[in-house]
Structures are given as structure tokens and as C-alpha cells.
């Protein structure tokens, strides 16, 4: 990006979980779009939601 770091979406390849994904779907990341890397914005954007409302990750310590 214009800042020279290294944007990517990881894949594990033992088992094909996609690891940006993951982090979000267990409450320990949040969604950050930075163009180009926009193609799976409305995805992590659907698992951070899920966690937070299931309080999950570091939702777990939030109460609002």
C-alpha cells in the first residue's frame, strides 16, 4: 500500500482456513478495508459482527 506494508489474505493450507476471516469470526480482530484489498470487506465485516454480538474474543471483556 502507499505506506510499503504488505497487505494479504492468508490461507492455512493443512486445512483451508482462511485465516483473516478466522481471527474475526473469534472476536480477535476487527474489519480494516484498505483498497485494493477490498474483496472479502462485506465477509469480515459479517464475522466481527457475529462476534461481537456473541461476545466473543475481545467482545467478551465489552459490555456495550
Same mark, same amino acid.
Given at each position: @500500500? @502507499?505506506? *510499503?506494508? %504488505? %497487505?494479504?489474505? /492468508?490461507?492455512? !493450507? ?8 478466522? +481471527?474475526? /469470526?473469534?472476536?480477535f480482530?476487527?474489519? %480494516?478495508? +484498505?483498497?485494493?484489498? !477490498?474483496?472479502?470487506r ?6 466481527? *459482527?457475529?462476534?461481537?454480538?456473541? !461476545?466473543? *474474543? ?5 459490555? !456495550?
Amino acid at each position: @500500500d @502507499d505506506y *510499503g506494508r %504488505l %497487505l494479504a489474505y /492468508v490461507f492455512r !493450507s493443512d486445512d483451508d482456513v482462511f485465516v483473516n476471516e478466522r +481471527i474475526m /469470526v473469534d472476536g480477535f480482530a476487527r474489519p %480494516l478495508t +484498505i483498497e485494493p484489498n !477490498s474483496a472479502h470487506r462485506r465477509r469480515f465485516v459479517e464475522a466481527a *459482527g457475529e462476534a461481537q454480538r456473541s !461476545s466473543l *474474543g475481545m467482545w467478551a471483556a465489552c459490555t !456495550s
